[in-house]
């Protein structure tokens, strides 16, 4: 016997903003705070290594991974819940 679950709707799709990121060493330090405050008023850092920036690159890549192996799953849970089509008779 086979049990019938109603599939629930699929959330809407991701809408993702803008990111700038800006790549400053000591030759352009200067110029870019000056570019910065002239565009965005205030000025904050956030820094981080290039090796943390691969480790991010790779954690991005791990969850994109894992929610692609959840979406196959849950494409194959609604497969299986479809009802059995009738067998065709030639």
Do not use: C, H
């Not at 016997?1 to 993702?16: E, F, G, N, Q, Y």
């Not at 990111?19 to 200067?30: G, H, I």
């Not at 904050?44 to 894992?66: C, G, H, I, P, Q």
């Not at 959840?70 to 030639?90: F, G, L, N, R, W």
């Amino acid at each position: 016997m086979k049990t019938t679950v109603p599939i629930a709707t699929r959330p809407k799709p991701i809408d993702l903003v803008d990111t700038r990121v800006y790549v400053v060493n000591e030759a352009n330090l200067e110029k870019f705070i000056e570019d910065f405050k002239a565009e965005n008023g205030d000025l904050a850092f956030v820094s981080l290594s290039v090796k943390d920036y691969e480790n991010l690159a790779l954690n991005v890549a791990e969850l994109r991974r894992f929610i692609n192996q959840q979406s196959e799953i849950i494409v194959y849970y609604e497969k299986a819940m479809q009802p059995d089509e009738p067998a065709k008779t030639d």
